[in-house]
Structure formats: C-alpha cells, structure tokens
C-alpha cells in the first residue's frame, strides 16, 4: 500500500464512552506498532504485533486498553471507559522486519475525551 | 530501561543559521539510532537513522553521527530553510524488542 493509514482522523468522545481505533499497515509489513502522544510529550509505545506471535502489550497502561490484529493486516485499538487523561494522538506505525526496522507511521488519530 | 533525552525548549533561528539539536541515550544494549521528523499539519516521517557505532546517518543536509563513547546522537544543518520548521524527535530502537524510545521533541522555528 502507499503508506499506513488511519481511521478516523479525529474522535471526539464522552467520558466513559468505549472507542476504537483503527490501522492498515503498509502491505507487507510483519510488524505493527501502536503509540501514544500526548501534548507536548514524545511518543509513548503501547504495543506490537510480529506475525502471528504473541503481542507484546507491556507499555498499555491499564486494562482498559486493548488491542487485536488479524493476520499481517488491520489492527484495532480499543479504549473502554475512556477517560479524560486518554486525550491524545494515538500513532500507527509498521515495519518490514522487526529488528532495527524502520517503522513508517501513519497520520494518526485525534481523540478529545470530554 | 532505554531511554532518550533531548535539549529543552524550542529553537528559533534565522534562515541559514547553522542548527544543533542534542540527543543523548541510555540503553542496555547496542540500539540502532534515528531523528524523526514532524512538520506542521503532517504524520511523523523518518529523517535519518544510524545502526551502530561511528555510522553517520544523513538526509537533507541533515546529518547525525552514532557517538558509542558519549551516548549521543546529535543533529546538525549547516545552514537552515524556513521550510526546515517542524518539530524533531530523537529515538532508539533496542533490537532486543524493538519499540522505539522517543525524546519529547524540539520545536524548531525558522525565521526569514
């Protein structure tokens, strides 16, 4: 595909609402990355997808948090019970391999909790 | 834990100045190194990487050299374009698991 992309490209939601998130990586790429930024700071990681193997979801911060993949395609992350310290840019990013890949990033997606 | 840290506050210079911006890293392992780009209004872009010791990475006559001995990987242009103005996050990526580790960034203003 022609870059990673994102959906939507803004969430304006009510505290408590559940959102999700969506992602389409760059064809082909085994890897997929989620991450956070909130105003004025850098990325935070969140989680990634290798292949088929399991997720490493060490850096979502509650169990609120979730994310799926299907196969080396489309991935969802999911924030229930949203709260208004969810604010932020939530980034995409995939790679073609996982070690010291390049990661390409999507424009990523808005979200505003009210 | 890896982690990065850039110089404070943003940087304002006139076109055709000469730009530095610090970027040091604690790391357990051997990282690779990279400065990711944001301009306004646009998705985060890879500017220019280094994979291992003394590799100098460079792209639009911006340059970093992976310093193993001071922890560093500093960012320079010798002389700035208004169209330069973005904001420049440092980053590694320890191979052991691969997520990157970013600065908090530095917004960079290019005045005519």
């Known amino acids: 595909g022609a870059g990673v992309s994102q959906s939507p490209s803004n969430k304006v939601t009510e505290k408590g609402k559940d959102v999700e998130l969506r992602c389409d990586p760059i064809?082909?790429?085994?890897?997929l990355y989620w991450y956070r930024q909130r105003l004025g700071q850098g990325l935070e990681f969140l989680i990634y997808f290798q292949g088929n193997s399991a997720p490493d979801k060490s850096g979502l911060p509650s169990d609120r948090f979730s994310a799926e993949r299907t196969g080396e395609s489309v991935s969802t992350l999911t924030i229930q019970r949203t709260q208004q310290e969810d604010s932020a840019v939530y980034l995409c990013?995939?790679?073609?391999?996982?070690?010291?890949?390049?990661?390409?990033f999507g424009p990523g997606t808005r979200l505003l909790v009210l | 834990g890896n982690s990065v840290t850039q110089m404070e506050g943003p940087v304002t210079l006139s076109e055709e100045a000469f730009l530095t911006i610090n970027c040091t890293y604690t790391?357990?392992?051997?990282?690779?190194l990279f400065w990711y780009v944001q301009y306004p209004g646009e998705g985060l872009q890879l500017l220019l990487k280094?994979?291992?010791?003394?590799d100098k990475g460079s792209n639009k006559g911006f340059e970093a050299t992976y310093r193993k001995e001071t922890t560093s990987f500093h960012l320079e242009k010798g002389s700035v374009q208004v169209s330069d103005s973005a904001v420049y996050f440092c980053?590694?990526?320890?191979?052991?698991?691969?997520?990157?580790?970013f600065g908090k960034g530095n917004q960079v203003v290019v005045i005519p």
């Open positions: 990013a995939s790679s073609l391999e996982l070690a010291g890949g390049t990661q390409y």
């Open positions: 790391a357990t392992g051997y990282p690779s």
């Open positions: 064809s082909g790429h085994t890897a």
């Open positions: 980053a590694l990526s320890d191979h052991g698991n691969n997520r990157l580790a």
């Open positions: 280094a994979t291992k010791a003394d």
